[in-house]
Every structure is written in C-alpha cells, then in structure tokens.
C-alpha cells in the first residue's frame, strides 16, 4: 500500500512524519511517498493535499498534471485528506479572493470557502475543538486559515469555530482548516488511516 502527500509547496514533512507514526502505531506495512510530479497519484491507496499558499498550489497541480489525477482518485474513491490549503483546493467554489487570483480549485467537495477567515499570518492560533469523529477535544493549529462558508446537503460538518465551519467529510473526502499534522495527536491521520484500510 502506498500513500501520497502532494510535495510541490506547503507542510509536506510533518504529513509524512504523522502518517509513519500512525502506520507504525497500527502495524500496517505501507509506504508514504512524497508526490512532486506526475504518475505517482494513480498508484495511491490515500492521498494528502496539506497546507500552504493556495494559489501556488492549484497552479503547481494544474502545471504538474497532478490536479487531473487527484480528481480521476477522488472519482474511484480513493481517500483525500486537504489541510488548510488543501481544503481550499478541494472546494468547488471560493470567495472574491480566490476568484480575483483565478484559482482553478478541483471542485471535488461540495463546499464553498472564505480563504483568509480568520485573518493574516499573524493571526494564528489554536483552539479546544470539538470534531465529530473523536471522542474528546483536539487542539487545532490555525495559520492564516481558510473556513467553509457553506456546504451541499452531501457534505457532514464535523466540527465549527465562530460559526464558520473548520471541518467537513464527504464521501473518501475528509477537509480542515487547521493543522493536525503540528500536534502530537494522531487521531484524525488514524481516522484518514481507517478511511484507507477499510476501502
């Protein structure tokens, strides 16, 4: 088995890092690759867009030929998992920013996203929060991080912040807006895991 993290910008290490530990956890023999070009997303059992700045990003998978094969992955029904930038990528619409650069989002997730929610770089934070999938809080990094305005009647919130929801599951597709790959806390990279394991 072999899962991919998108590595042309953005957090790539810490994914790799936080998917070997969960693997290692579990004892599943698997291989985390680090995807810079094309041809690798087909061979994948789990992919991961993490975070990063989000116009470059979907410039880079449109160039790469990577965003046609992470929507042909999606299709078969392949895990995804989008971190703060990836959850922007995923969505099928964004706000006046995201249109203003012509961001060519993958339109995967029936979501529409505001890209700069909780404000600049400098307005980073963690907070408490309460996720759906877990039994207890996870402490969620957020940098200079999108939000979910709205969502289709497909799509599960799994948990919200100020109103503005931070993370939602559709389908083999899982999006947040913060950053569970800067914690020590694995659960929800298990829960992507188990996304993978039981398709």
Do not use: W
């Not at 929610?117 to 877990?134: N, P, T, Y």
């Amino acid at each position: 088995m072999k899962i991919g993290v998108i590595a042309i910008q953005g957090a790539v290490s810490e994914h790799v890092d936080a998917l070997k530990r969960a693997l290692a956890e579990r004892g599943v023999d698997a291989e985390v690759v680090a995807i810079k070009h094309k041809g690798i997303v087909p061979e994948c059992s789990g992919i991961v867009i993490p975070g990063g700045e989000s116009t470059t990003l979907c410039r880079l998978l449109a160039r790469e030929g990577i965003a046609e094969e992470i929507k042909d992955a999606a299709a078969r029904g392949v895990p995804i998992l989008g971190t703060c930038a990836g959850l922007i990528v995923l969505a099928k619409e964004g706000d006046q920013q995201v249109e203003k650069t012509g961001q060519e989002l993958l339109g995967i997730m029936d979501t529409r996203v505001n890209r700069n929610a909780f404000g600049r770089q400098r307005d980073s934070f963690e907070a408490e929060l309460k996720v759906d999938i877990l039994d207890s809080p996870f402490t969620g990094v957020f940098i200079r991080a999108p939000g979910i305005v709205s969502c289709g009647p497909g799509v599960r919130v799994l948990s919200r912040l100020d109103d503005m929801i931070i993370a939602a599951e559709q389908g083999n597709v899982l999006a947040l807006a913060f950053h569970p790959e800067l914690t020590d806390d694995l659960r929800i990279h298990q829960y992507f895991l188990d996304k993978i394991l039981n398709c």
